[in-house]
C-alpha cells in the first residue's frame, strides 16, 4: 500500500478547517491548503462573503506556511446544487443545499481534482465526523468499505450532512477533528496563535443567503405568486400569502388580523393554497410514518434489510433532532418505508431520512410521502365509527 502522505485540506476559512490543516501538518503530512468558491453573486449590501473569506483562508496559510489554492466550482455549484434548490421549492419539497453540496461539490468535484490534479492521496475537511479508517486513514485497507462514524462532540456531529458521501471518496477522507470538541479546537488555534479565526463568528444557515432573510432572498429567483391561505378545521380563507416556495411545512404564517398564530400544514402547487393550522402542536402536524426514494447507503445495504425485509435503527430528518428508534421497511430497490417509534413534526418532503445503528451512520433517503397524519387517521376513524353505527341502526331497525 502507498504511503498516505499528499493531503488537500478544504480550507474555508473558519477555525475548523484551520485547525484541521495545523493537526495535518503537526503530524507530519505534506499539507496542500484548497479554498472552494461556490458563490459568486453580492448580496443586497454589495458584499460578497466569499471575498472576505478568502482573505481568511489566505491568512490561515500563511501562518501555518502551507500553499494555499482556490478552485472555483460556481458554474458546478449553481447547477448541481442551486438550481435544484429553486426547481424543489417551487414544486413544494424543502430541500437540504448543505448535503447537496457536500455530495456533489466537495467530496466530488473537489476530491476528484485534489487526487488527479494535486496528486493527493487524502483529502481533508473540518467536518465534525470520525471513520473507521481513523481520523489520520491510520487503519486505510485498499479497496475495503470504510464506515461513517459519529463524532466525540455529539453538539457538533455532522455526519447528517454527510450521509450522501460517496464510499469512494469516504475512503480518502481524514475528519482530523472527529476526536475534539468545539471548545477545544477553539483552545488549539489560539495556542496556535490564530487568535483572529479562533475568535471569528461561526457562520449559520445556508451560505449564500447571508443575513437576508429567506423569504426575501428567493424572491430574487423565484417570481411571487400569491395565494390563499385556508384554515384546514374551518376551510375559509384566512388570508393571502406570496408563493408557496417561501414557506416549508410547520412553519409559522404571517398572517394580520388572525387571532391565533397559524403554522402550515400543506401546500397545494396545482391551486397554490397553502392550507394552515391554529396551533403549532396540531396534530396535523404529526406523523409516525413515511416513504423514500433514492436511498444511498455510505457502506452498503445492511444485512437485515437485505436478508429479511426489515431492518431496526435509528433515525432523523433535522440535523439537531435526537435519534428515535424507528423499523425500516424496503420497498423496492430505491424507496424504504420508515414507522417511528413516536410521532415527529413537520416532516417534510425533500428533506432526507438519515439512517442510524449506534454510532455509525448507515446513510439516508430523500422524503417523498410523510403521513398520514395523526389528524388525517382521526377523521378516517371518526368516518368509520359513524358509519358503524349508521349500518348498525340500518340492521337492528333502532334510531341512533
Same mark, same amino acid.
Given at each position: ?13 473558519g ?83 448543505d448535503?447537496?453540496?457536500?455530495k ?72 482530523p ?41 428567493i ?9 390563499? !391561505?385556508?384554515?384546514? /378545521?374551518?376551510? &375559509?380563507?384566512i ?8 414557506? $416549508?411545512? +410547520? %412553519? ?76 425500516? !421497511?424496503?420497498?423496492? /430497490?430505491?424507496? &424504504? ?10 416532516? $417534510?418532503? +425533500? %428533506?432526507?431520512a ?13 422524503i417523498?410521502?410523510?403521513g ?28 341512533m
Open positions: 500500500m502507498k504511503m498516505i502522505r499528499n493531503v488537500a485540506v478544504g480550507i474555508s476559512g477555525v475548523d478547517s484551520a485547525v484541521t490543516a495545523l493537526l495535518l501538518k503537526n503530524k507530519g503530512f505534506n499539507v496542500t491548503g484548497v479554498f472552494m468558491k461556490n458563490w459568486d453573486i453580492r448580496d443586497e449590501t454589495g458584499n460578497c462573503t466569499v471575498e472576505k473569506d478568502y482573505e481568511d483562508a489566505r491568512w490561515i496559510c500563511d501562518k501555518l506556511k502551507i500553499p494555499l489554492i482556490q478552485l472555483d466550482f460556481v458554474k458546478e455549484y449553481w447547477n448541481e446544487v442551486f438550481s435544484d434548490l429553486l426547481e424543489k421549492y417551487q414544486t413544494g419539497y424543502t430541500p437540504n443545499p448535503i447537496l453540496c457536500n456533489n461539490i466537495k467530496f466530488n468535484k473537489f476530491f476528484d481534482v485534489a487526487r488527479n490534479r494535486f496528486q493527493a492521496d487524502a483529502i481533508a475537511t473540518g467536518h465534525y465526523a470520525n471513520t473507521s479508517f481513523g481520523p489520520y486513514l491510520e487503519n486505510f485497507k485498499e479497496n475495503t468499505n470504510v464506515h461513517l462514524l459519529q463524532a466525540y462532540d455529539s453538539n457538533k456531529d455532522q455526519t447528517f450532512f454527510l450521509n450522501q458521501i460517496p464510499q469512494q471518496t469516504l475512503r480518502r477522507c481524514m475528519f477533528l472527529g476526536n475534539y470538541l468545539k471548545n477545544h479546537v477553539k483552545t488549539i488555534a489560539k495556542e496556535a496563535s490564530l487568535h483572529k479565526i479562533a475568535q471569528k463568528k461561526e457562520s449559520m444557515g445556508i451560505c449564500f443567503v447571508g443575513k437576508r432573510e429567506f423569504q426575501d432572498f424572491s430574487e429567483y423565484i417570481d411571487d405568486k400569491p395565494g390563499e !391561505y385556508v384554515d384546514l /378545521d374551518s376551510g &375559509l380563507s388570508g393571502k400569502h406570496n408563493g408557496i416556495h417561501k414557506l $416549508t411545512i +410547520g %412553519q409559522r404564517c404571517r398572517i394580520g388580523g388572525c387571532e391565533n398564530a397559524y403554522y402550515v400544514f400543506s401546500k397545494d402547487q396545482k391551486t397554490n393554497t397553502i392550507i394552515a393550522v391554529d396551533s403549532g402542536i396540531h396534530p396535523a402536524l404529526y406523523t409516525d410514518f413515511l416513504i423514500t426514494q433514492d436511498v444511498h447507503w455510505i457502506s452498503e445495504e445492511p444485512h437485515e434489510l437485505r436478508h429479511s425485509g426489515v431492518l431496526s435503527c435509528d433515525f432523523r430528518f433535522q440535523h439537531r433532532n435526537p435519534l428515535i428508534t424507528c423499523n425500516v !421497511y424496503k420497498i423496492s /430497490d430505491n424507496r &424504504l418505508f420508515i414507522r417511528l417509534s413516536v410521532p415527529l413534526r413537520a416532516i $417534510t418532503k +425533500g %428533506q432526507y438519515v439512517l442510524y445503528s449506534g454510532e455509525e451512520c448507515l446513510g439516508g433517503s430523500i417523498s410521502y410523510p398520514p397524519s395523526f389528524f388525517a387517521l382521526n377523521q378516517q376513524n371518526s368516518i368509520i365509527e359513524t358509519r358503524c353505527c349508521d349500518l348498525i341502526a340500518l340492521t337492528s331497525g333502532v334510531q
